[in-house]
């Protein structure tokens, strides 16, 4: 009966083995859904930052509107690099506003006061006609509304009013 003790310890060493690679993956199935879900967060905090971002760009481009004279074009130095026209139209109480009220009119008012497009800050854009009003939002449901009549800009963290 040699056998016998010999296929059993090879069974407890195939068991013992069994139990590592099921630890290890318990392990890495953790260690996974901490990675996404941390990824998810930063995707939420995303158009927090770009709201923090456009109010300091707003209040700058209104600061050099007012020194300037107050002029109806201001000249958008971030943008000069870039092919896309780089010059903001300025509403008469001096905040930018959209040469074109369509989506297409927010979509180039986002990239002129921020330099990058919605597309690749993977924020998603409407435009209200009624309201006046460009929407960006992301995935995670926040939005930013921005008031064309008034330069006001909202956000809403859980995507309802």
């Known amino acids: 009966m040699p056998l016998a003790p010999q296929s059993e310890a090879k ?20 260690l ?3 990675y996404f879900s941390g990824v ?10 770009e709201h923090t971002r456009l109010i300091n760009v ?11 004279g107050r002029p109806a ?15 903001l139209t300025m509403a008469s109480g001096g905040w930018p506003t959209v040469t074109e009220s369509s989506v297409a009119g927010c979509e180039q008012l986002w990239t002129q006061l921020l330099g990058i497009t919605p597309a690749q800050a993977e924020i998603g854009v409407d435009f209200v006609a009624q309201s006046q009003v460009c929407q960006f939002f992301a995935a995670s449901g926040q939005r930013l509304e921005y008031q064309l009549s ?12």
Do not use: E
């Open 11 to 30: 069974s407890l060493g195939l068991f013992r083995q069994l139990v590592a690679v099921v630890v290890v993956l318990l392990i890495l199935a953790v």
């Open 32 to 34: 996974a859904q901490r």
């Open 40 to 49: 998810n967060n930063v995707s939420a905090q995303s158009l927090a930052m």
């Open 58 to 68: 707003l209040a700058m481009v209104r600061s050099q509107w007012q020194s300037l």
């Open 73 to 87: 074009q201001l000249q958008a130095d971030w943008l000069l690099h870039q092919q896309a026209a780089s010059s």
């Open 150 to 161: 008034t330069g006001q800009l909202y956000y809403f963290a859980d995507g309802n009013q």
